[in-house]
């Protein structure tokens, strides 16, 4: 059973910076797809930044520019590098994944993903 677990939340000033870490533990490879979700009280979830297995990113218009994923191969740590923050990025944010067997299918932020964190807050203060 695949587990995921956030860390790195917490309140920062707009324009600063934050990164968020996501380590999984049950993995039996590296060959997954795995993205950043967030969602703020009162609002949908939203996908923020994903990583196919075959390299593909995305991320969302609103943190484009802004927001960093990337995937240490070694420990299989996905990462949310977050800078420039606004306090409309304020939520909870989860990391998800799934097998590369069920993604890749163009747009990180449109799979469907099998597995979730329980989250971590980001309080962005103007």
């Known amino acids: 059973q695949v587990q995921l677990a956030e860390s790195g939340g917490g309140s920062e000033q707009a324009g600063g910076s934050l990164r968020l870490s996501c380590e999984p533990s049950g993995y039996i490879s590296f060959n997954y797809c795995v993205a950043w979700f967030r969602q703020a009280p009162g609002e949908e979830r939203e996908g923020v930044a994903g990583l196919d297995s075959d390299d593909t990113i995305a991320y969302a218009d609103s943190v484009q520019g802004r927001f960093a994923i990337w995937k240490d191969s070694a420990t299989n740590t996905v990462y949310l590098q977050m800078n420039s923050l606004k306090p409309e990025d304020s939520a909870t944010y989860f990391c998800?994944?799934?097998?590369?067997?069920?993604?890749?299918?163009?747009?990180?932020?449109?799979?469907?993903?099998?597995?979730w964190g329980r989250g971590t807050q980001v309080t962005v203060s103007s």
């Open positions: 998800a994944a799934i097998e590369s067997a069920y993604c890749n299918r163009g747009d990180p932020l449109s799979e469907n993903y099998s597995y």
